[in-house]
């Protein structure tokens, strides 16, 4: 059998949306013909084939139907055996993972991920600009002539002072 739509596009059968838009896009700039160093037939069956997976798996009735057809079902399926046993316990049942889950954690949120170039960059600018207003209303205080600590704090200790 050929490969299915989720190894052409290199995700799992889990995948969300935004995961299979993020592999057609990288593989679409990868595979595209008029940017690949691929001979041209090959780079064209290669963009043909990317291009299909994502119509169907985009489309979430594309989707399921080709789920469906494939035979892969998104629902956690106990064995039989496991249905059988009568003295598992909460923490024996924990242990017991399907053998079609492939995810690395149980929560099924998604794992920690280092910090792309981008994102640090972005953290870099806000850093930046929150030293940048910082000094620039220290500059403003000190050329308007304000003492960095007014004398209205000192008398706040004393209203403390007079509180029932």
């Known amino acids: 059998m050929s490969k299915t739509y989720y190894a052409i596009l290199g995700v799992n059968p889990w995948a969300s949306e935004i995961d299979i838009r993020r592999a057609y896009r990288d593989l679409s700039k ?25 119509a169907t798996l985009s ?29 598992a316990t909460a923490s024996n049942a924990q242990s017991r993972v399907p053998k079609n889950l492939q995810t690395i954690d149980d929560d ?33 205080a000190l050329l308007r002539g304000d003492r960095l600590f007014p004398e209205a704090i000192a008398p706040l200790s004393i209203f403390w002072l007079y509180l029932p």
């Open 30 to 54: 990868l595979y595209h013909p008029d940017t690949t160093q691929l001979p041209k037939d090959e780079a064209i069956e290669s963009f043909r084939q990317i291009n299909e997976a994502y």
């Open 108 to 140: 099924g949120l998604p794992s920690e991920r280092p910090l792309s170039g981008g994102e640090l960059f972005a953290l870099l600018l806000i850093g930046a600009t929150l030293v940048a207003c910082l000094v620039l209303v220290f500059l403003v």
């Open 59 to 87: 489309n979430a009735d594309r989707r399921n139907n080709y789920d469906r057809r494939i035979q892969f079902s998104r629902f956690q399926y106990a064995s039989i055996e496991n249905q059988v046993s009568t003295d």
